[in-house]
């Protein structure tokens, strides 16, 4: 099973190809067995289970996680020292998460067709089979770091870059400020582990770890967001009504709640400089 | 610094950055005095989640308490000469603590008045939770209940 590529084909070719577009996620995996040929084992969950531990196992057993509680430790003294402040709650220890397969699969979904704007043909980037797809979702393993103010995020994310490159470790770093109120810092690196084949039989890959760093108010709000987003994502038609102006939907509340909040956060920040400066 | 303040500091929780923090303080008061510092105590208190909070460094000579207030976050210090004011009384407060066996939940608060108590006197106020409450017992006894 190659990678195949359908920027070459001829205009309207890859309509009769693709066949009509998937709209559900059962239609979506007839399409990629049907498509290219994805063997039932991708597409099982237990199979997806022993990928993912495996990714799991493998990198909380790395000298880089491993030194991540003394850092935290570390970290949180350095911002209490400037900041007469705790950078974390106490005993903040992060969760490592596994994304389950439902999602896994229903972001393959998203990023192939719903959200394809090059469809039949493949989207930015090329198609995300399963040859690639454990190296090009970047969040199958992740973990979220809790800081308690505004300016911890970006505290945080200059310092542990830094612990990050000090293992040779890759990162990349990207503020997300949706329209959705989602507010976070997410920090990607990249990790080689060895992973079960299909056939049992193992096979080196570059997976990416995602670490998000946000605030302890935006963490109530985002799983507020999340449960909401799941469903949501994966209906290709768009709403007609903007939620912006849909003052009853559950977006129109969620959504504001966060932007309110990361302006009430940023107000503290400003509380606590005021406060600083009539100190000294 | 004498490698017993060095241990009391570990056996109290205080290492990395805070560690460094007592070490720059410690150093810093004895360019100020030449006295033998013949003691070191953390005040330190537990937040309701559970978190260790450490406050003052004091710092003990035969003569004198230095008081570094909140010595990790600012550099303030009082040199207490105690020498010349007599202990005029102690508040001693506690929870959970014997005089001798500490334990986690052990809280013990020491208030100290010196010279003619609300005459000019001066007051020191020491504070400490779990194992410390032993050490702020032994300080108590060595520099001022065995000499009264």
Redesign the interface.
Known sequence: MGQISTSDWPVGFGEEMAGSKPETLADYKTWLQKMYNVESTSLNRTYYESVSNKILIEFMKSDFWQAVP?EL??LD??Y???E?Y?LF???FRPDMKLKPFSSFLEKTFRKNIVENENWPNEPKGGWILPESWYSEIGDIVRTMFVVKYLDGVSFFVANFSDLLSKHDMPVTVDYEAREEGYYAAHLSTEYECEIPKESWDTKRVRVKIEMQVTTQLQEVIKNLLHKYYEGRRLTTKASEVKWQWDYRSEEFATNYLGHILHYVEGMIMDIRQKQRGAKQ | MKEEFTRYLYEIGIKDLFYIEVVKTYDRVTKLISDEITDIFVTDYVESDGRRNYEDLILFTSGRIVEAQRFITQGGLFVNQISSYPLAGMDLNSTAYDFENASAESRLNAGLVFGPAGFGGLRIDLKASGNNCDFLTAVLKKYFLSRQ
């Open positions: 003394a430790e570390r003294q350095k209490f020292i400037t007469e705790h709650t106490a005993n």
